[in-house]
């Protein structure tokens, strides 16, 4: 559910990169904050462990365009890849205005990817969110590797329904700012579509 402060003029909505450990979640979020303009971002915050880079969440809020008046500031966050974070996977999935699902595209990361996939939607569920329903992007990642799942295979096992979905190499930005903006896209178009 999106934020309206109305004394800043703003509405802040939240994205949520959701995936496996190790998919590439965090390496798409410094790359848009590395190729963001300094003026339409914040300080972007990383919490790391010994075992998984991003414990808890990054954080980067980005201003993209306005709607009737009102600065649009997008909150981006991931969630910890390992299942075990699940409590803290459903903290920081209450309130998401979007979701990007990103895969790991290596033959060996499959089932990771399902289970993954299921634990998005349940907890979804749980916030009273559908997949089907909320703006919803899937993102390939890591497609320059030699060990990858053909994309229709994928596309089968992970997006049975069509969801928007880019190819990416989040190292090299491949793709990234592609995902990004058509979450956006879908944010700002249900945003329109409630107000």
């Known amino acids: 559910m999106s934020f309206i402060n109305y004394s800043a003029r703003e509405i802040n909505c939240k994205i949520v990169y959701y995936g496996p450990g190790l998919c590439g979640k965090t390496t798409n979020l410094q790359s848009i904050y590395k190729k963001t303009d300094p003026d339409n971002k914040g300080k972007m915050i990383s919490l790391a462990t010994e075992t998984e880079r991003t414990l808890f969440f990054d954080f980067l809020p980005l201003s993209l365009g306005s709607i009737r008046g009102f600065k649009v500031r997008f909150h981006l966050y991931t969630v910890p890849g390992q299942v075990f974070y699940d409590a803290s996977r459903k903290l920081i999935l209450r309130g998401v205005d979007g979701v990007v699902f990103v895969a790991d595209s290596q033959v060996e990361r499959m089932e990771a990817n399902i289970e993954s996939l299921q634990n998005l939607q349940k907890n979804l569920s749980e916030h009273g969110f559908d997949i089907n329903t909320i703006p ?60």
Do not use: C, H, W
């Open 136 to 195: 919803y992007v899937v993102q390939y990642n890591k497609r320059d590797l030699p060990n990858v799942i053909p994309l229709e295979e994928m596309q089968k096992v992970l997006n049975p329904k069509g969801a928007p979905f880019f190819e990416a190499v989040a190292m090299s930005g491949k793709g990234v700012f592609e995902t990004l903006k058509e979450v956006a896209k879908l944010v700002i178009f249900e945003l329109k579509k409630n107000t």
